[in-house]
């Protein structure tokens, strides 16, 4: 079995709205040579064609079998984990990751469910929005008087740090264990329960924020950064599955409680 059917198949890079496809067809290069293989485009500007096939090299087969969609969530929807690259600091802080704890947490958390590292449009990076389904940002500590990193050499760089930690981690393995991560790739364990998959948390805060209008505590019409302001309080806390189907079920309850309320105050 080679290392496109090991751990290194459950990282995925997601690029977002790619205007230029010669940069897709040089950022499959960078991939390939770190043993990436999964690669989702999300409503790229320009398809890839003969120009990025040309810029892959022998990277061909990663650009054909590259997916796309529509939008990031739906590139992201089965991942338990997400980190967005982010080239400035916003308004609000997330949680950071430098570019050798970014690699060394998608490897970890790679054993147990796809795990995605977003990059954004060549010009303007990722939206907020964007950011914002991400759990962890990671920032490349450019030069900062001359910080022009294109997208292949972003891709690049982050890409070298995955393949850095997996060759660690499977290093780690044979010497302890006498295993091969690339032949026999164990399921680890982490410290907590497992932690829900992308499409499972998206549920979560769209039901927080459902039970936050009908308590009154959002209006509609100014909601607001409440909602912005939680999700980087709970991507900071990271709830694990059995956390988050029990803030659902405290959710439910307070909806409960709400609609009761009003009950009772329409019969007065």
Known sequence: MSEQSS?????????????????????????????LSELILVDPIEMPNGQAQALA?????????????????????DCGLVVGTSARSRTLPWPMLEPRGCGEKL?????NFPV???????????????????????QIPANP????????????????????SFLIDQQKA???????????????????DEYPIMDETERFYQHFEDALKETGFITPSHPGLVMTKLRRLFNRARP???????MRGILASVQRAAKAND????KE
């Open 7 to 35: 751990l290194l198949s459950n990282v995925r890079i997601v690029l977002v709205n790619t205007s230029d496809c010669r940069n897709i067809g040089s950022a499959a290069r960078a991939m390939k040579t770190m043993g």
């Open 57 to 77: 090299a022998g990277a061909t087969d990663v650009l054909k079998n590259a997916k796309v969609v529509t939008t990031l969530a739906e590139a992201i929807s």
């Open 107 to 111: 490897v970890e958390e790679a054993y």
């Open 116 to 138: 995605a590292l977003v990059f954004g449009r060549e010009s303007s990076g990722l939206t907020n929005d964007e950011l914002q389904l991400c759990h962890f940002h990671v």
């Open 145 to 164: 008087d001359y910080s022009s990193l294109n997208l292949a050499m972003a891709v690049q760089t982050l890409s070298y740090e995955v393949r850095t």
């Open 174 to 192: 044979f010497q302890t264990k006498g295993e091969n991560l690339s032949k026999n790739l164990p399921k680890k364990t982490l410290d907590e």
């Open 240 to 246: 694990d599955v059995k956390e988050v189907k029990m």
């Open 263 to 266: 009950k009772e105050a329409n």
